[in-house]
C-alpha cells in the first residue's frame, strides 16, 4: 500500500517537474512596472511592453504623448516561451483600461530556439487581448546588437525572429513598429553591447510616439 501512494504521488508531481524542466530562465530574473496618473481618466492610457531597451526610451516617449495619453509599462527579463511572462503581463493589464499596446519581446530567452518562440508568440498575442481587450497594439521589432554573443544573443537570430513575429503579428492584423531597421544604420549609438545611449534612446521614442498615436482613439 505505502508504495502505492509513493507512486500515486510522484505521478502527480511528474507533469509539473516536466513543465519545468522545459522553462529556460537567466540567472537574474526582473520585472519592472510603471504606471502613472492612475486616479485620471480624461486621457487615453496606453502601455509600452518590453525589456530593458523599452525601459530606456519609456521616460521620452510618456514626455512626447503628454497631453495625449497616460503612459505606462511593464518590462521585463522574461522571455516567449515562460509562463511567468504571461503570468506578469496578466496581473498588470488588469488593472487599468488600456487604449493600445506597443510591445516587443525577443531580446532575453536564448535558450529558446526560434521554433519556440513561433509557437508561443500567438500565447502572447492571446494574453495581451485577453487582458486588455478593447486596446489597439502594435508590434516593436527587437533592435539589433553590436556584436553576437557566446550567450545565444545574435544578430542572425534576431533577424529571424523579428521574420517569425512579423508574419504572426501580419496573420492577426497587428501593425509593425520596426525598431529594427530604425537603428541597424545607428550601431554607433549603442552605449554597450545591447542597450543604447541617449541619442538612441531619443531616436527609438520618436518613432515609438507616433505609432502609438496613430493607434489612440479620436477625442
Same mark, same amino acid.
Request: no cysteine; net charge neutral.
Given at each position: 500500500m505505502k508504495t502505492i501512494v509513493i507512486l500515486a504521488v510522484l505521478a502527480a508531481f511528474a507533469p509539473a517537474r516536466a513543465q519545468d524542466s522545459a522553462v529556460h530562465r537567466e540567472r537574474i530574473e526582473w520585472c519592472d512596472a510603471w504606471m502613472p496618473d492612475m486616479n485620471a481618466h480624461d486621457?487615453?492610457?496606453?502601455?509600452? %511592453? =518590453? !525589456?530593458?531597451?523599452?525601459?530606456?526610451?519609456?521616460?521620452?516617449?510618456?514626455?512626447l504623448l503628454?497631453?495625449? @495619453?497616460?503612459?505606462?509599462?511593464?518590462?521585463?527579463?522574461?522571455? %516567449? =516561451? !515562460?509562463?511567468?511572462?504571461?503570468?506578469?503581463?496578466?496581473?498588470?493589464?488588469?488593472?487599468?483600461?488600456?487604449? @493600445?499596446?506597443h510591445f516587443n519581446i525577443g531580446m532575453h530567452g536564448w535558450a529558446y530556439t526560434e521554433d519556440d518562440y513561433r509557437q508561443h508568440f500567438p500565447e502572447l498575442v492571446a494574453a495581451i487581448r485577453k487582458n486588455a481587450p478593447r486596446a489597439r497594439l502594435v508590434w516593436a521589432s527587437t533592435t539589433p546588437i553590436r556584436a553576437d554573443t557566446?550567450?545565444?544573443?545574435?544578430n542572425d537570430r534576431i533577424v529571424r525572429r523579428n521574420s517569425i513575429a512579423r508574419d504572426l503579428a501580419a496573420a492577426e492584423g497587428i501593425p509593425v513598429d520596426d525598431l529594427h531597421?530604425?537603428?541597424?544604420?545607428?550601431?554607433?549609438?549603442?552605449?554597450?553591447?545591447?542597450?543604447?545611449?541617449?541619442?538612441?534612446?531619443?531616436?527609438?521614442?520618436?518613432?515609438?510616439?507616433?505609432?502609438?498615436?496613430?493607434?489612440?482613439?479620436?477625442?
Open positions: 486621457l487615453p492610457r496606453v502601455v509600452l %511592453i =518590453g !525589456d530593458s531597451i523599452t525601459r530606456g526610451y519609456y521616460p521620452i516617449v510618456e514626455q503628454k497631453g495625449q @495619453a497616460y503612459v505606462a509599462r511593464i518590462t521585463t527579463s522574461k522571455a %516567449i =516561451g !515562460d509562463p511567468a511572462l504571461l503570468d506578469e503581463l496578466a496581473a498588470f493589464l488588469k488593472q487599468a483600461r488600456f487604449d @493600445a499596446v557566446e550567450s545565444g544573443a545574435r531597421a530604425l537603428m541597424t544604420p545607428h550601431g554607433d549609438m549603442h552605449s554597450d553591447n545591447v542597450h543604447f545611449n541617449q541619442e538612441g534612446s531619443s531616436l527609438l521614442a520618436g518613432q515609438v510616439a507616433r505609432e502609438v498615436a496613430k493607434l489612440l482613439p479620436v477625442r
